[in-house]
């Protein structure tokens, strides 16, 4: 299974981005597909996740802010980020897991810099 990530770039504080990740292999529609982030000097957290039946759970810092989303056709799980704030500023990696977590792949990251 092989993640890749994109979209990442220089914003301004305000603005908007959005980030995709398309998978390669089969098991993407029973997949649990997750973005997590990692800011310098900070642990790597957990942003959003979506199950294969679309629930979808967020961090509270971006609740209102970012979506998430998947389309099983494509193999791709988006985040849609708005109101950037200079905090969000993160290398941004997907994650698929299935099994009940069993197995677990990562995408290479992305970076998202957002000027105040």
């Known amino acids: 299974v092989q993640l890749q990530a994109s979209g990442g770039g220089l914003v301004q504080a305000g603005e908007s981005l959005r980030l995709s990740c398309a998978t390669s292999?089969?098991?993407?529609?029973?997949?649990?597909m997750g973005w997590y982030r990692q800011a310098p000097g900070k642990q790597r957290e957990l942003v959003a996740a979506?199950?294969?039946?679309?629930?979808?759970s967020y961090a509270d810092a971006v609740k209102g802010r970012f979506t998430i989303s998947r389309d099983n056709d494509k193999n791709t799980v988006y985040l849609q980020m708005n109101s950037l704030r200079s905090d969000d500023t993160a290398v941004y990696y997907c994650n698929l897991r299935y099994g009940s977590s069993r197995y677990e792949y990562w995408g290479q990251g992305t970076l998202v810099t957002v000027s105040s």
């Open positions: 979506i199950t294969n039946g679309l629930s979808t």
């Open positions: 292999g089969s098991i993407f529609s029973i997949a649990v």
